[in-house]
């Protein structure tokens, strides 16, 4: 895919739903008897896996006028696959269903694409093989995972690193286990879980840093939902509008967890022409509308390294974040990311090496970069690695570009944003 350099953007993009959100309530949709009506779920490849999966272990599954219906099973009850369950590349259903099925009375098989067998499942063997699950996976702790469902017992686990996929994890886990498993997070991850869970009618204790499920709640369908749109989607617009000259995007409807707009709290608290709006709480989750304007004084005042604590919330945020990096008058530093390394792609090795092919000086640290500032990038080839957030990242930087810039791969976006070039080139004017 070719991005020519862009004048302005101007519009509103039509954002996918929020993945995390949409997976959280397939999956409990297939643990209820009665029919769930998701609006606006992810049109994303990674979501359509967990469809697929909740499918072949005996939910109902079917779209009508848009809106996703999932009929699924009392606790306990799903069936057992005819074959092994292929994720894809969606690290977020192999983890969550994992839960799930380690309490089931059958043995079932998850796998994935050559990224997801690469990606380390050892976070989650440990809780797992605690509450007396029978996994099991490859010499490398990786995928495939063979789960040999059996009675579970609740626990106590302190996360020793922020992750929301093996909190959530446990705790789907625990809705099966005797008892009451607790979850220990020093460090807050995304909330979705415990705030979905509720919307079924399940019962979660919270008190500082520790979440609790009872075992045994039969969740129940609220009966219709809505997903807000990705606040990460919203991130590749919102930085390309505060950097291209003669900018106006408006975007509504985004999931406003404040464990996932982390990015937007830099931009703000930087001075960045952003106004948000219309805030308000729909099936549990916060949701507001944005409107981003061109104003290039704030990158003076944006921080020079980001590292500690707030990563957590701007993984997946990063590799844009990096793209802004290299017009700060400082640079920037990022530290405390070596996760990256274990994504769709190593993604600290492949932001210092596409940066680098449009002309920006990047020193590659063991978890994470010191991007140098650049004026102004060159065009030329990315390599994408079949990376979606890497692709929509350059893609950006294309746009900012003194010549056309390729990005290799570019149909990757499909595992989180199919329309993403759709809706960059009708907001740029950069299409044919």
Known sequence: ????????????????????????????????????????????????????????VGARVSRDSGVQRVQGRPLGGLQAPLRELDCGNSGTTIRLLSGILAAQKFESVLTGDDSLRSRPMGRILVPLRKMGAAVTVADTECAPVRIEGRPLHAIEYVLPVASAQVKSCVLLAGLHARGLTEVVEPIPSRSHTERALPLFGVDVEIQDERIAVRGGQQPRSPGR???????????FFCVAACLISGS???????????ARVEWLRLLLQSGADIQVENQREEFGEPVADLRARHDPAFLESFPSKIGGKIIPSLIDEIPILAVLGSRLPAGLEIRDAAELRHKETDRIRTIAENLRALGVEVDELHDGLKIHPCRSFR????????????????????LLADSDVEVRDSECVAVSFPDFFVELERLSGTGE
């Not at 954002?15 to 998701?38: F, M, N, Q, W």
Request: glycine share 8%; hydrophobic share 40%.
């Open 248 to 258: 106006d995007v408006r975007i509504y409807g985004i999931n406003y967890n404040a």
């Open 1 to 56: 895919m070719w991005v020519r350099p862009a004048s302005g953007m101007q519009g509103a993009p039509r954002l996918p739903g929020d993945k995390s959100i949409s997976h959280r309530y397939a999956l409990l949709s297939a643990l209820c008897p009665e029919v769930t009506a998701i609006e606006n779920y992810s049109p994303s490849e990674d979501c359509r896996r967990t469809l697929d999966c909740i499918s072949a």
């Open 225 to 235: 939902v809505r997903v807000p749109s990705d606040p990460s989607a919203a991130a």
């Open 379 to 398: 065009g030329g080839r990315i390599e994408s690695r079949k990376d979606h957030r890497i692709a929509m990242a350059f893609a950006i930087a294309g």
